[in-house]
């Protein structure tokens, strides 16, 4: 079946250590979303890839970059983790317009010792 | 400014019971309305969409939601309850980019 898969589910990581998550799709689509999602709250967008076209909102930390070396996989790299970086880290994809609902990945949660 | 309101922040209804959550978004354009479920430690599995056309959308597991664009709303209905539907609703907004804005979500709680 087309999906996204994200890989490990469970990453734990120390302090200060650079970390990459990675997501990859089968969908084919367009574009690659990295939400961040921390305890009780709603996902929070933050970046995506319109193909190769990097996209970063205003409020991402510069700690928090992304590579997208072709169309099936994306990775989050964070270069120092603090302990307000643990949270479930989502990766999703969709193609533009009326016909693009996202479709999200499994997760992956991140715990920063 | 785009946003998403969904005032509930915990729901319980009985198996069984009929279920309406709500969501009232901002959005400068006309709008493409999602509805995600999150069940613990997952990703998010899209329940329904609207993106034009018939205000009344059916979804999977039983979901329908309801576009009212004079009162801002897209309100996610099911008749009848399963234990399974136990899980966190999201309600969703997006224009052409489809970069999704949440709401904070609402927590349901089944009770047998």
Same mark, same amino acid.
């Given at each position: 079946?087309?999906?996204?898969?994200?890989?490990?589910?469970?990453?734990?990581?120390?302090?200060?250590?650079?970390?990459?998550?990675?997501?990859?799709?089968?969908?084919?689509?367009?574009?690659?979303?990295?939400?961040?999602?921390?305890?009780?709250?709603?996902?929070?967008?933050?970046?995506?890839?319109?193909?190769?076209?990097?996209?970063?909102?205003?409020?991402?930390?510069?700690?928090?970059?992304?590579?997208?070396?072709?169309?099936?996989?994306?990775?989050?790299?964070?270069?120092?983790?603090?302990?307000?970086?643990?949270?479930?880290?989502?990766?999703?994809?969709?193609?533009?317009?009326?016909?693009?609902?996202?479709?999200?990945?499994?997760?992956?949660?991140?715990?920063?010792? | 400014?785009?946003?998403? &309101?969904?005032?509930?922040?915990?729901?319980?209804? @009985?198996? %069984?019971?009929? $279920?309406? #959550?709500?969501?009232? *978004?901002?959005? +400068?354009? &006309?709008?493409?309305?999602?509805?995600?479920?999150? @069940?613990? %430690?997952?990703? $998010?599995? #899209?329940?329904?969409? *609207?993106?034009? +056309?018939? &205000?009344?959308?059916?979804?999977?597991?039983?979901?329908?939601?309801?576009?009212?664009?004079?009162?801002?709303?897209?309100?996610?209905?099911?008749?009848?309850?399963?234990?399974?539907?136990?899980?966190?609703?999201?309600?969703?907004?997006?224009?052409?980019?489809?970069?999704?804005?949440?709401?904070?979500?609402?927590?349901?709680?089944?009770?047998?």
């Amino acid at each position: 079946d087309a999906m996204v898969i994200q890989n490990p589910r469970y990453q734990v990581t120390q302090f200060g250590k650079p970390v990459t998550l990675s997501c990859s799709q089968t969908l084919n689509h367009n574009v690659m979303y990295w939400y961040q999602q921390k305890s009780s709250q709603a996902p929070k967008l933050l970046f995506h890839y319109y193909d190769k076209d990097f996209n970063n909102e205003a409020d991402t930390p510069d700690n928090f970059q992304s590579r997208r070396p072709n169309t099936s996989f994306c990775f989050l790299d964070i270069r120092s983790p603090g302990l307000g970086d643990a949270a479930m880290y989502l990766c999703a994809t969709s193609n533009p317009g009326r016909t693009g609902s996202a479709f999200f990945g499994q997760g992956t949660r991140l715990t920063v010792v | 400014a785009q946003s998403v &309101t969904q005032p509930d922040i915990h729901i319980t209804v @009985s198996e %069984g019971a009929s $279920l309406e #959550l709500r969501c009232n *978004y901002s959005y +400068g354009a &006309t709008p493409y309305l999602f509805w995600y479920v999150q @069940s613990p %430690g997952q990703g $998010l599995q #899209l329940l329904l969409k *609207y993106f034009s +056309g018939d &205000t009344l959308v059916q979804g999977i597991k039983g979901f329908e939601a309801e576009f009212k664009r004079s009162q801002s709303s897209f309100n996610l209905r099911k008749p009848s309850v399963h234990w399974s539907d136990a899980a966190e609703y999201f309600c969703a907004v997006s224009g052409a980019t489809n970069k999704l804005i949440f709401g904070t979500g609402t927590l349901l709680a089944v009770q047998p």
